[in-house]
Nanobody
């Protein structure tokens, strides 16, 4: 099995930055694609970034491109999501997810489909103040 634990959430001002972490443990071969999703109160869960464990290929959703960066430190078994230039609408619970399979490349937005992922963390809350 795989266990994912997010941290790094909190309150930040609009225009500021946050770095979220996802510490992974368990079967290494079941964490081939790591991703970040977010869900605002009353909203749908939205995929924002994904990264392949083996080759580091990263995917960023168009809605956050230029502000969000995903990275992976395999030695530390930790995935990161850097959020820059925070916007009020970035406020949400952020979840880390892992898939047994590599990140899908087709169709183009498949990496942001939560059905692709087998394991989920409990989430970390991000609040943005004006």
């Amino acid at each position: 099995q795989v266990r994912l634990v997010e941290s790094g959430g909190g309150s930040a001002q609009a225009g500021g930055s946050l770095r979220l972490s996802c510490a992974a443990s368990g079967d290494y071969d079941k964490r081939n694609c790591m991703a970040w999703f977010r869900q605002a109160p009353g909203g749908k869960r939205e995929g924002v970034a994904g990264i392949n464990r083996r080759d580091g290929t990263a995917y960023i959703a168009d809605s956050v491109k230029g502000r969000f960066t995903i990275s992976l430190d395999n030695a530390k078994n930790t995935a990161y999501l850097e959020i820059d230039n925070l916007k009020p609408w970035d406020a949400a619970s952020y979840y880390c997810a892992a898939s047994r399979l590599p990140c899908p490349v087709y169709p183009p937005d498949a990496v942001y489909d939560d059905n692709w992922y087998n394991f989920w963390g409990q989430g970390t809350q991000v609040t943005v103040s004006a």
